[in-house]
């Protein structure tokens, strides 16, 4: 079960030669004609007559069926094409959005009728129509792309995310979400998978739900929001799968791109992309560096009210996080033939975060030897390394397609904390610590491969293992405890496509998963009554009462149905089920915190999974000026996972005997708070964007989202029911000549909880561009959370019982909290290089289109 490290680079050094060595044809060899050619035209709106800014044209030669260079239209929809080689070609014109056009063949030969030169004269593009291939795009920048199966962020030009993390930039894609505790949900649910480039990363940390605040912006290429994936797909994930896709270079030649941003409270980013592509190989790496304060503060106010009497707790808060992170990936593809592709990515991170936490405990009537300050200081050093080596294979073919990769992932964490307390009472300590270290290793080998029954019907089939090991040493007093996780998983699945008509269609399948789970926790274990405190009465409980081993079989079905009402107008019913997995931090009964012992959180290793049945309904109607894009979901949960259940330890702090043969106990009573399974949850959801492009220089998103559930359960607290509500939007002004302007805003309305009510909250970002140097260098000028509204505060009324007499009081809680103050900043950015895209892709004139043979129907979901 364990991985070793050097055993998977050997194995990753030993198939990556053996691939390179087998064999390919090359391309056949062809003379050398002289490059004097040039080619002309105007890209123009069939409809409106507009000019086409950053059209494609592609010159494809003929004889070989290779491509041999290609254009970008400028802002008059200009085409001017120097140095082609002389020959006979196929001119390939595109821009998304837009029905792709083929002009030829084109002579460029002196005399017989042609010559060297040739004008394309006015080339008018047609609106693509909305069929199950088709795509929108909103923004001059395209910056957001709506396609059948999946939301295409592009994060391009973006302007509030520039200079970055990955958490500014999911803030900006509809219905996305990533909440204080860097939590990321899709239309308010938290079960969400974070991928990259379609797989885990350890740069997205070890924890089930990935953590996107350590993923530079400038190396974030797009991100693709996909709702209720099939049963392709893996089935963790309730709320959705968000893949990130990192930049690897897709531009001819050698292009490079520099940038570096300066901000308030010593805020620095710098970033660099470099990559070299050629028709055989492409070559790329990309670098960057962060530091910079974030600084926070916030308050904690409890009340316990009995019939009798009346207790709190009221605590003032302040944070301050300093990170030193340090990125790299590196790697490149290899092209044997021109259906072919072997890859192969490493990426190195190295993070090292400060964190500073101040508690000042102004009220505690329950033990008012805590009132005081408490300091402590959190340094968190970690490393993390992936290896990706893949192979693709379309076999000259419209619809067969291979797809393998093999991925390891090796990730070292440790955390160390350090606290000084300065009590009004005298209840003093200085240097308590504690120290964490995490030692995480990651395997997964995975095969898809797709093809076709004749026209109408296709099918996918696929197998992947996944094999984790995490380990946990944690340091307290002196003492190591330890907590080993293992976790395998093996998948197949079987996916069916068939086409009834050009406008309908349904897609079907299965997916086959075997789960192997085992959690052991070691350490010195003493009696419950000469436990140190109550840190050491959890941990010595979780020893003895492990290990655990569940181990379950599930299947997970999946149907769509798909109907095209018109040209710009499509229906789609979707149903799959899915699994939310226990976490590591839920299922370890470990403290997350050992100072702040004000508020204890112990996670349950008796977890069970939740599994839900998800059903979709989307409507998206497109035009090129204006889309709507609407969603609903019901969501049928059993064994939810929630941190409700209170337990209240009386931990005794000394005896004392008297007099006669009575002793005298000091007692403490500390509410320890877990997670645990409850009944069921019904939850409705739904989601909507509108994108509206009144003009060329302008464009206008808006988006919203929300839902309404309710969970069952005999510890479920209040009336079980929560609802909330989501929204945000974007302007974005192009002024010519003068600068570039963007207006971007996202918030939550009045959250209403189980347990009582989440305020309004909502932020509004501004950023400025100017350009110089024909576009090279940009400066931009940005403001982040204008208005300092970015906060969390939370207010609740819950009715508990004591567990030790049975008495019921009610508890009440209000807390405040802000992760990263208002702050301006001023990114450079400068590119260099040939700066030319490639939009002709590898097998375009192969014949694969991506969809079934009879209708181009794709349905990738």
């Known amino acids: 079960m364990r991985n070793n490290s050097t055993l998977t680079h050997s194995i ?38 507009s000019p086409l800014e950053y059209a494609s044209v592609s010159l ?37 959005g837009y029905e792709k056009k083929e ?22 593009l047609n609106i693509s129509a909305v069929n199950l291939e088709a795509v929108e795009v909103v923004g001059e920048e395209s910056t957001f792309i709506q396609t059948i199966d999946k939301k295409i962020f592009n994060v391009g030009r973006d302007l509030s995310s520039a200079g970055g993390t990955g958490t500014d930039v999911l803030r900006k894609v509809p219905s996305v979400d990533v909440d204080i505790d860097g939590v990321v949900t899709i239309a308010g649910d938290a079960n969400v998978t974070v991928l990259i480039d379609g797989k885990r990363s350890g740069r997205t940390g070890s924890g089930r739900r990935g953590n996107v605040d350590h993923i530079n912006a ?27 896709v990192m930049k690897r270079g897709a531009l001819d030649g050698f292009n490079g791109t520099v940038s570096s941003m300066v901000g308030e409270y010593k805020k620095q980013n710098l970033n660099g992309n470099l990559n070299y592509r050629t028709d055989k190989f492409n070559v790329f790496t990309n670098a960057n560096y962060r530091t910079g304060n974030r600084i926070g503060d916030g308050k904690r106010e409890f009340d316990y009210i009995y019939p009798s009497s009346r207790d709190s707790i009221n605590t003032d808060t302040y944070r301050k996080r ?34 500073v936490q101040k508690f000042n405990y102004r009220d505690n009537t329950i033990n008012p030897s805590l009132l005081g300050n408490l300091e402590t200081t959190e340094t968190d050093d970690g490393l993390h390394m992936d290896h990706v080596f893949s192979y693709e294979n379309k076999f000259d073919s419209e619809t067969e397609l291979l797809k393998a990769y093999i991925s390891y992932s090796y990730e070292v964490d440790d955390v160390n904390e350090v606290g000084t307390m300065d009590s ?92 192997k789970t085992f959690a052991d926790l070691k350490g010195p274990i003493l009696t419950a009554n000469d436990s140190v405190n109550v840190l050491t009465y959890l941990f010595e409980r979780g020893i003895v009462e492990g290990p655990y081993d569940p181990n379950y079989f599930k299947l997970y079905p999946s149907a769509f149905l798909l109907y095209k009402l018109t040209n710009r107008q499509t ?48 409507f998206s109607n497109n035009s090129r000026k204006l889309n709507l894009n609407l969603s609903t979901s019901y969501k049928n949960t059993k064994d939810v996972i929630m941190w409700w259940d209170r337990e209240n330890v009386t931990f005794i702090n000394s005896a004392k005997l008297n007099e006669p043969d009575t002793t005298i106990y000091d007692t403490t009573i500390y509410e320890i708070m877990t997670a645990g399974n409850a009944d069921k949850s019904v939850s409705q959801n739904f989601s909507g964007n509108i994108m509206y492009r009144p003009m060329p220089l302008a464009s206008i998103m808006v988006w919203g989202w929300g839902w309404n559930s309710f969970q069952e359960g005999q510890r479920v607290d209040g009336d079980g029911k929560s609802r909330g509500f989501g929204f945000g939007g974007r302007l974005t002004l192009n002024i010519p000549t003068i600068a570039r302007l963007e207006l971007s805003g996202n918030g ?85 290089g040939k700066q030319q895209k490639k939009k002709w892709s590898r097998g375009n004139f192969s014949g694969r289109s991506g969809g079934m043979g009879g209708g181009g129907m794709d349905m990738d979901y």
Not at 19 to 38: N, Y
Not at 225 to 237: H, M, Q, R
Not at 758 to 782: D, E, H, M, V
């Open 571 to 618: 229906i789609q019913f979707g149903y799959s089920k899915k699994v939310n997995r226990p976490g590591r931090r839920t299922i370890s009964p470990f403290p997350d915190n050992t100072l702040d012992i004000t508020r204890l959180r112990s996670g349950n290793p008796y977890l069970r999974p939740e599994f839900s049945d998800v059903m979709e309904l989307t």
């Open 60 to 96: 494809v030669e003929l004889e070989h069926n290779e491509l041999v260079t290609g254009g970008l239209t400028d802002k008059n929809g200009y085409l001017n094409i120097t140095e082609i080689p002389l020959g006979r070609y196929v001119a390939v014109v595109e821009f998304i």
């Open 12 to 49: 990753f050094i030993c198939l990556f030669t053996f691939t390179s060595l087998v064999a390919h044809k090359d391309h056949s060899s062809k003379p050398k004609m002289p490059a004097i050619g040039v080619l002309q035209g105007t890209v123009i709106d069939s409809i409106s007559s």
């Open 103 to 124: 002009i030829g063949p084109i002579n460029l030969f002196p005399g017989q009728g042609a010559g060297i030169q040739h004008n394309l004269g006015k080339v008018k």
């Open 748 to 832: 939550r309305a009045k959250m209403k909880i189980s347990t009582g009510e989440i305020p309004a909250n909502y932020r509004i970002n501004l950023g400025i561009q100017k350009s110089f140097l024909q576009n090279r260098l940009s400066a931009t000028f940005k403001i982040d959370d204008i208005f300092n509204t970015g906060k969390f505060i939370i207010d609740t009324d819950s009715e508990v019982t004591n567990a030790l007499t049975g008495e019921k009081y009610r508890q009440l809680m209000y807390a405040e909290r802000q992760r990263q103050k208002r702050y301006a900043s001023v990114v450079l950015n400068y590119n260099f």
């Open 218 to 244: 400038a190396m974030i290429e797009k991100v693709e929001v996909i709702t209720n994936p099939s049963a392709k797909y893996d089935p963790d994930g309730v709320g959705g799968i968000i893949n990130i």
């Open 322 to 355: 300093t990170p030193n992170d340090f990125g790299m990936r590196f790697g490149g593809d290899y092209y044997p033939s021109k259906t072919s592709t072997i890859g192969y990515t490493f990426d190195i991170s190295q993070h090292n975060e400060t964190t």
């Open 424 to 515: 009004d009472y005298g209840a003093n300590f200085s240097g308590n610590s504690t120290k964490a270290s995490e030692d995480n290793n990651n395997f997964t080998a995975s095969i898809d491969y797709e093809n076709n029954f004749g026209d109408k019907l296709g099918y996918e089939i696929g197998a992947k293992a996944t094999i984790r090991d995490f380990k946990k040493d944690l340091t307290y007093l002196q003492n190591i405890y330890g907590n080993d996780y293992e976790e395998d998983i093996y998948a197949a699945y079987m996916v069916t496509q068939y086409e009834l008509t050009d406008r309908f269609g349904f897609k079907f399948g299965a997916r086959a998963e075997q789960v």
